[in-house]
T-cell receptor, first 118, second 115 residues
Framework: AQSVTQLGSHVSVSEGALVLLRCNYS??????LFWYVQYPNQGLQLLLK??????LVKGINGFEAEFKKSETSFHLTKPSAHMSDAAEYFC????????????????FGKGTKLSVKP | ETGVTQSPTHLIKTRGQQVTLRCSSQSGHNTVSWYQQALGQGPQFIFQ???????GRGNFPPRFSGLQFPNYSSELNVNALELDDSALYLCASSRRRLANQETQYFGPGTRLLVL
């Protein structure tokens, strides 16, 4: 069964510092992978997605993530943190069916809360 | 192009009652998925509707049921509410073409409190 593990429930960085949020997945076939961001009392906003094209994926707000099959990882990075990046970040996997179609549901990690210090 | 909308935004119910939550999908989307997000947790998949039929279900009991309408909007119904049903309920819409599922876009959620 597919699963997602996000290492670190809380990450704190200083403004201007590198942001690194870790995500590892478990899947028997290369899945679709997503990062979503959730601001307080709001729904989820898509940051970026990997769908078996380029392994380095660029998203909104300066975020990017790299798919590494050998490490079953999809870590999220941003070179320079802004105060507005403070939010909760969720990594998710969408399992692929054997014939390549998507199963449709998303399996989420437990989330990583990012704090940005001035 | 309007995004995914959900109503109501907040709801308070008592144990044993029934609740209906509503979702309007994004223009051009034909698939709606529902998720439950308990406090401090990631969202958990409840079920998905495609062409007005349930098309996949997570590990939730039958008292969680849903509908999808011809205009692709959807309802989530929960009967016999329990305290543990208190959560943020998220609706996501997407477009399914043939066997492939495209990206899910989420609404703002309905926060349900069961007392």
């Amino acid at each position: 069964a597919q699963s997602v593990t996000q290492l670190g429930s809380h990450v704190s960085v200083s403004e201007g510092a590198l942001v690194l949020l870790r995500c590892n997945y478990s899947s028997s076939v290369p899945p679709y992978l997503f990062w979503y961001v959730q601001y307080p009392n709001q729904g989820l906003q898509l940051l970026l997605k990997y769908t078996s094209a380029a392994t380095l994926v660029k998203g909104i707000n300066g975020f990017e993530a790299e798919f590494k099959k050998s490490e079953t990882s999809f870590h999220l990075t941003k070179p320079s943190a802004h105060m507005s990046d403070a939010a909760e970040y969720f990594c998710a996997v969408s399992p692929l069916l054997n014939y390549g179609g998507s199963q449709g549901n998303l399996i989420f990690g437990k989330g990583t809360k990012l704090s940005v210090k001035p | 192009e309007t995004g995914v909308t959900q109503s109501p935004t907040h709801l308070i119910k008592t144990r044993g009652q029934q609740v209906t939550l509503r979702c309007s999908s994004q223009s051009g989307h034909n698939t709606v998925s529902w998720y439950q997000q308990a406090l401090g947790q990631g969202p958990q998949f409840i079920f998905q509707y495609y062409r007005e039929e349930e098309n996949g279900r997570g590990n939730f009991p039958p008292r969680f049921s849903g509908l999808q309408f011809p205009n692709y909007s959807s309802e989530l119904n929960v009967n016999a509410l329990e305290l543990d049903d208190s959560a943020l309920y998220l609706c996501a819409s997407s477009r399914r073409r043939l066997a492939n599922q495209e990206t899910q876009y989420f609404g703002p959620g309905t926060r349900l409190l069961v007392l």
